[in-house]
Each structure stands twice: as structure tokens, then as C-alpha cells.
């Protein structure tokens, strides 16, 4: 395991906890990609990546990160979530993801992330459509 790797991850996971997309788009490299895999393009660069990450902090205002499982290599970690909190439609989130990250040169180079569709479209759905 890298401790530089390693290191990279806490900072990062620190940003997201903290709803911080600048945080998040400077620790990318500036031909980054993150790509959210459900159903939209891939973020490329740093403002791409931003913008990804504030919409994806619109959606859930309160949302938290639970870590279920990392592994960190020397250039790419890899990690399970639970994520929680409240849709802006007013649905619980109770969501798996899993991310795929790669490092180069301290920063991240790409982020796919892999998200429990169904459970996320629940989540989104406002209450009374439901019923």
C-alpha cells in the first residue's frame, strides 16, 4: 500500500464528506475524468468534475458517506460506500456505490463511480409518486 496513495484517498474522502466541489476539482489532474456511471457522460477536466460533483450535492443536500471496504495500491484505490441521507424529492437514500480511482503524479486521474441504480432511482422518486 501507498502511504502517498493512501494519504490522497483521506484528503479526497475529506472533500466529498464535506460537499466541497473546488476541494474535490483541485485534487484532480486537469485532464481528469470522473465518470458517475448511471447513465450520464463522464466529467472531463476540473471544471467538468465541479460541476458533477455540485449537482451531485444538489441532489442530496445531506448526504454521508459510510465506508464499507478500501483497497489502496500504489497508483489506484478502491473503495465500497453506503450512502445516506435525504433526496431533494424528499426519498430516503440508502444507496451502494463503488468507486475506482486511479493516481497520477498526487492526483486523482480518474474516478468511476458505480452506483446501485435502482436503489438511487427510488431515492429520487418524491413520495407521492410512489403511492
Known sequence: ???????????????????DPDRIAALHTPDS???????????H????IRTAAAETFALVPDLTFTQVDLRVGDDFWVVRWKLSGTSVTGGAVDVD?????????GAVKEKHTYVDGVAMAAALTAPSEIA
Open 45 to 48: 477536466g476540473r471544471a467538468e
Open 33 to 43: 475524468v470522473f465518470h458517475l456511471h448511471s447513465g450520464g457522460a463522464p466529467a
Open 1 to 19: 500500500m501507498s502511504d502517498a496513495t493512501k494519504d490522497l484517498f483521506e484528503r479526497y474522502h475529506a472533500c466529498w464528506a464535506e460537499r
Open 97 to 105: 456505490i463503488a468507486d475506482m480511482v486511479t493516481v497520477e503524479g
